[in-house]
């Protein structure tokens, strides 16, 4: 593993260690992880560019889900057990792109993630559903 890499765990997200008590990364340390990966691969790309990058992962996302959607229905077939734990891994593999490009759009425009979690938050707790 490289240094800045992380992990998956059942728990969240770890840098470098096996300890499985370490709490997981934040939002904001996340995306220091990409700011290290953009500048060590050398992405220089427009605010424009990364929107196009996320919704094409957005795109893989529900290529994915209807994957498992359509498990079961008679016209597709029937998934065995390992065949529907790759379509899951792999839609988490397009969850993570998907996620990287937002949060590395984020970056790119300024928003404070963070900030703006906590502060749309608290303004659903005061909606009407």
Known sequence: MHDGEYRSRPDGLHAGSE???ESGL???E???QIRRLKRAKGFD???DQRLAYLTAEVGGVAAEVLKISRDGKRDVGQMNAGERAAVVEMLGMEIYDAVWNLLDLAEMAGVDVE???RKKAY???SREW
């Open 115 to 117: 900030a703006a979690f």
């Open 19 to 21: 300890d499985p008590t």
């Open 30 to 32: 996340i995306q220091g």
């Open 123 to 125: 303004l659903n707790e």
């Open 26 to 28: 934040t939002l904001a």
């Open 45 to 47: 790309i427009t605010l």
